[in-house]
């Protein structure tokens, strides 16, 4: 049985997102259970190297999880050949140059969305990209969640019929610092430090919408900022400059219509943190995180509007759950195995830059949109 080795540079990993998700529930996961074993019997082996701004915090994480190679110095990491892939998982603003030097380096870049903080930036990364030869992806991780795979599953069991809409809702609330401390870093409510509900959230909706049901065609959103002032992780009051809310609609092709709020100011009264509800001539899903609920057309009830009556049916108890039949592994884990896979045996990656820019696109037209409270068509995008 081959061992092989693999490099791969992770910056950002002080982190929410870079701790938890990529090196601890990913990286450390694949290592753990023996590496990633591909179909001709190869065992590929993360080798981490962590890098971050600040010594201290950096070894201490380091040391934590027993991961021997970490650094302040970027550039001495993509200088050694035994790191093959750069992984950036930083604040989304410091990430365009540090992935145009990974670029220049020959490293693979693997890369948390968005990945840039502007279209022209985002697909000049996909273009260095892709004249380097070097590999590519994005973070998608939603693609991979419980729920949103068994929507998929009804889609591509036709179940649906003709699909007529989807409604999303997302949002929790997100304390404002004072009283209790805010559970989001504070750079994401100030614009000038790349923030904001659109750019945070607009790419994933774009990969979900697209790659669920039907590329997008138009966007119109409506943003705001409802909470004005926040406290940040030191409880000094900050103006918070970024959208907190934002509301899209959002025509796919096929004349399928969405909508999604998005909101970090919104109480939930929902199973799971996000949901959408898909209604179709068939029949109709609700999907979450982990669970999707469905209703057959032989099993939908016929109300009557009469305000006069307590309500007639219980239409909660009328739906029916999406069995797993699977097992579900962390959705960032089997990304990156996917993504490994696809470096060192040439296995298939749809997720590339170029993927990730069309989610800057989304955000960057739905911005635009919020601006000039115009409804926006959304061009084709290629090289
Ligand atoms: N895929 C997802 O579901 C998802 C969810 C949340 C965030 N993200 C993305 O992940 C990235 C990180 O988000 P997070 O919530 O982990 O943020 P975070 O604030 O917890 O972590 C930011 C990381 O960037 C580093 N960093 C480098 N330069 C910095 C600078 N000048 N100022 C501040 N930090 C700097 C920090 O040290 C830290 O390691 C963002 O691009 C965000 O869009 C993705």
Redesign the pocket.
Known sequence: MAIRPIGIIM????????HR?HLVRSILAIREQGGLVLPDGTVVRPEPVLV???AD?VRALAERHGIEQWTTDLDKALADPANEIYFD???????EPAIRAAIAAGKHIYT???TAESLEAALELSRLARAAGVRNGV?Q??LFLPGLRKLKRLVESGFFGRILSVRGEFGYWVFEGDWQSAQ??S??YRAE??GGMVL?MFP?WQYVLEQTFAPITSVYAHTATHIPERRDEAGRPYPATADDAAYGVFELEGGIVAQINSSWAVRVDRDELVEFQVDGTEGSAVAGLRNCRFQHRAGTPKPVWNPDLPVTEPFREQWQQVPDNEEFDNGFKAQWEQFLAHVVADAPFPYDLLAGAKGVQLAELAQESARTGRRLTIPPLAH
């Open positions: 910056n950002g990993v002080t982190g929410r997102m870079g998700q971050g701004r600040n915090r998982a930083q604040l989304t603003q410091v990430r948390e969305k968005p973070v991780d939603k989001r870093p750079w994401n430090d790349g945070d994933h």
